[in-house]
Nanobody, 120 residues
């Protein structure tokens, strides 16, 4: 079991910055990816950024060059630095840890979500 707690959301004006933090507890042994998703009203949840065990960093096209995911030294904390924020970045942001399953596939753990609002 993995428990995730996010922090760092809030309201920021266009062009501003925020940093989200995710702290994980529990067994991280089978976690193969650590990331951030977001869900705007009326839209599906989408991957924003992830860092995989293999060392890959993946980003949603619309945030490339503006957002950066990083993982702390212990591996139990990861961050999303968001710069040059736009109104279309407004959403609830969720911390995610993807765990590999013995028989293949993945199981996703989620944080409670944190609201990011960028007014137009």
């Amino acid at each position: 079991q993995v428990q995730l707690v996010e922090s760092g959301g809030g309201l920021v004006h266009p062009g501003g910055s925020l940093r989200l933090s995710c702290t994980a507890s529990g067994s991280m042994f089978t976690v193969i990816a650590k990331g951030w998703y977001r869900q705007a009203p009326g839209k599906e949840r989408e991957l924003v950024a992830e860092s995989t065990r293999g060392g890959s960093l993946n980003y949603l096209d619309s945030v490339k060059g503006r957002f950066t995911i990083s993982v702390g030294d212990t591996g139990n904390t990861w961050y999303l630095q968001m710069n040059s924020l736009k109104p279309e970045d407004t959403a609830v942001y969720y911390c995610n840890a993807a765990s590999s399953l013995t028989r293949g596939g993945r199981y996703d753990y989620w944080g409670q979500g944190t609201q990011v609002t960028v007014p137009s």
